[in-house]
């Protein structure tokens, strides 16, 4: 599962964004907020959840990468 963004939480710094590694995380521009464009590419890092500050990032781990 991709990253769980808190639109009521975030302030679309743009950090999340930048610790991406696989550039999966974008800014739109038209409602100002991160979205996960590549949910099928994010390889669950937490980057982007330890980078943010404000905790608006959530990650739920797949079921096989729990067993």
């Known amino acids: ?3 769980i963004i808190d639109e009521d939480k ?3 710094c743009g950090v999340c964004a930048a610790a ?3 550039d999966i ?3 739109n521009s038209e ?3 991160p979205m996960v ?3 099928d590419e994010c390889c669950h890092c937490g980057n982007c959840r330890i980078s943010c500050e ?3 990032i959530k990650i739920v781990l797949p079921l096989s990468m729990l067993v």
């Open 25 to 27: 995380i974008h800014i």
């Open 1 to 3: 599962m991709p990253p």
């Open 20 to 22: 991406c590694p696989g």
């Open 37 to 39: 464009l590549y949910p």
């Open 10 to 12: 975030c302030t679309a």
């Open 54 to 56: 404000i905790d608006a």
């Open 31 to 33: 409602r100002n907020i």
